[in-house]
């Protein structure tokens, strides 16, 4: 089914260290990963998406890989500050009907 | 530009209560979702409307839960007996298309039942 697996759930790195999140989606058709961001109370935003003809995409300290052939795509936080502490939540847009699924979220924390 | 605004902010109800909210989004987009995101989880999406017309409800549960768009902007999304599992934040996001555009959220409503 339509499916998007996102570990680990919990993140704690030192701060200025890297953190790596990966999903893995089950749909080979999909073309659309984008990443959340969501702090306590708040919506989630987007920080940074990738689209299937594109291997990898970097936007300063944050970078997103996709290896459509495994179905993988990963997040990565380089340098990592305090206010990256959130919850962070993967998606796949999905072919049929082009719906948006999330994974279950992983939540970083930054260590001082 | 605007972003997706949602009413109301919170709501408290007692079970078997209905409620109802309201989600207007950005101007010119298409595509509007409903989510529900339990604490702790992920968004579930519930609903999708391109324009007017529902895209996919697979997620809904059809005996207590409806949504319409009319006129193809502003929707509701109704409870109808509410459980104790609803309790949940209720989002709304808007984008331009169904395609690979980004989908904007709204500040959500925090459903209580009690």
């Known amino acids: 089914g339509e499916n998007v697996e996102q570990h680990p759930s919990t993140l704690s790195v030192q701060e200025g260290d890297s953190a790596v999140i990966k999903c893995t989606y089950s749909d080979s058709a999909s073309n659309y990963f984008p990443w959340y961001k969501q702090e306590l109370g708040k919506r989630p935003q987007l920080i940074i998406d990738i689209r299937s003809n594109v291997g990898e995409k970097k936007d300063q300290r944050i970078a997103v890989t996709l290896n459509k052939t495994a179905k993988h795509f990963s997040l990565h936080i380089t340098e990592t500050q305090p206010e990256d502490s959130a919850v962070y939540f993967c998606a796949a847009r999905y072919s049929s009907a082009s719906k948006i699924i999330f994974g279950s979220g992983t939540r970083l924390s930054i260590r001082p | ?114």
Not at chain 2, 49 to 68: H, I, T, Y
């Open chain 2, 1 to 114: 530009e605007a972003g997706v605004a949602q009413s109301p902010r919170y709501k408290i109800i007692e079970k078997r209560q209905s409620v109802a909210f309201w989600c207007n989004p950005i101007s010119g987009h298409a595509t509007l979702y409903w989510y529900q995101q339990i604490l702790g989880q992920g968004p579930k999406l519930l609903i999708q409307f391109q324009n007017n017309g529902v895209v996919d409800d697979s997620q809904l549960p059809k005996d207590r839960f409806s949504a319409e768009r009319l006129k193809g902007v502003d929707s509701t999304l109704k409870i109808q007996p509410a459980k104790l599992e609803d309790s949940a934040v209720y989002l709304c996001a808007s984008s331009l298309t169904g395609h690979t555009t980004e989908a904007f959220f709204g500040q959500g409503t925090r459903l209580t039942v009690v």
